[in-house]
């Protein structure tokens, strides 16, 4: 009997069905393999664009080179290449590679899921700038100020700016490709868990550059954006889940909050130091996402797919 006659394995949770007759070849591992193959492409294209943005006068210093600012940050220039070439370029590749044209449409699909329930987009756009402010009210004993007309004026240009830069970049890899797998696999709860992690950990190299405060930052920063990270990713696979694995409102969600943190926050808690500031939004996320996880018994509002 040739090996074209066996019948294929059934799919197991979190795997696809694969010719064996394709299992093999340079691209056989991405089959086999896809999420370990996604998250292996997204770190390795992102670190190595992000290289000279690291070694230049904007991170360690050791290449005498300064990139461009747009906008009053070099962030344009040095992380946001690398930011596009990680997860969405290696969530479509392996996409590509191991779901074929099938799975491509369901990945472009969710990216263009809008028709959801207006009440998930005024809690995308007003539950989190709440809960920033909340935390941070928490921590100052009420203390905050007014923020300036120009930063008000800038919140909603910023916030639309973000979803074609980090939303775009970090999401349909993440949250379309990687967190439906994750769960299948692992079920709602340990895949959100696995997820949180290697998230914060495809941003650590940035935390030796400008993006990270390299010139004034202590160990705990990275420490206390991971567990933000981690807390926060709850409450982005809730959202995901709720909102019939709507991307654009995870998207939202996820720059909703950097927008917030990058336009307001700062004026209307001046006294909060930057490392303060990031402890106090992961503590904010903390019992947010305690509560998520006591309102839905750790399910998440995740429903497995048919069979």
């Given at each position: 009997m040739t090996i074209s006659e066996h019948t294929p394995p059934p799919a197991t949770p979190g795997h696809l069905t694969t010719d064996p007759r394709g299992s093999g070849g340079l691209l056989g591992?991405?089959?086999?393999?896809?999420?370990?193959?996604?998250?292996?492409?997204a770190n390795l294209l992102s670190w190595l664009a992000w290289t000279p943005y690291i070694l230049s006068?904007?991170?360690l210093g050791l290449w005498d080179?300064?990139?461009?600012?747009?906008?009053?940050?070099?962030?344009?220039?040095?992380?946001?290449?690398?930011?596009?070439?990680?997860?969405?370029?290696?969530?479509l590749v392996v996409t590509a590679v191991a779901d074929g044209r099938a799975g491509l449409r369901r990945w472009l699909g969710r990216m263009w899921r809008w028709r959801v329930n207006w009440r998930w987009y005024a809690f995308c756009l007003l539950a989190v700038p709440v809960a920033m402010l909340l935390a941070g009210l928490a921590y100052t004993g009420g203390q905050i100020a007014a923020p300036s007309m120009v930063a008000v004026a800038a919140y909603v240009p910023g916030?639309?700016?973000q979803m074609i830069t980090t939303g775009l970049a970090e999401e349909p890899g993440w949250r379309d490709?990687?967190?439906?797998?994750?769960?299948?696999?692992?079920?709602?709860?340990?895949?959100?868990?696995?997820l949180?992690?290697?998230?914060?950990a495809w941003h650590l190299p940035l935390f030796l550059t400008d993006w990270g405060g390299w010139s004034d930052a202590?160990?705990?920063?990275?420490?206390?954006?991971?567990?933000?990270?981690?807390?926060?990713n709850v409450i982005m696979t809730w959202v995901f889940n709720r909102t019939g694995e709507s991307l654009p409102l995870a998207m939202l969600l996820h720059v909703s909050a950097?927008?917030?943190?990058?336009?307001?926050?700062?004026?209307?808690?001046?006294t909060i130091t930057a490392d303060r500031a990031m402890q106090v939004m992961a503590a904010g996320s903390v019992v947010a996402a305690v509560l998520v996880l006591a309102g839905t018994r750790g399910r998440l509002g995740y429903r497995p797919p048919a069979r």
């Open positions: 591992p991405l089959r086999r393999h896809p999420l370990l193959s996604f998250f292996v492409l006068g904007n991170g080179h300064r990139f461009p600012e747009v906008f009053g940050t070099s962030q344009f220039a040095g992380v946001l290449p690398g930011a596009y070439l990680g997860p969405i370029v290696s969530a916030l639309l700016l490709f990687a967190l439906p797998r994750m769960q299948r696999r692992f079920g709602p709860l340990a895949g959100t868990m696995i949180g992690p290697l998230w914060a202590n160990w705990t920063r990275p420490v206390v954006f991971v567990v933000f990270c981690v807390t926060f950097n927008n917030f943190a990058s336009i307001i926050w700062t004026q209307t808690f001046p």
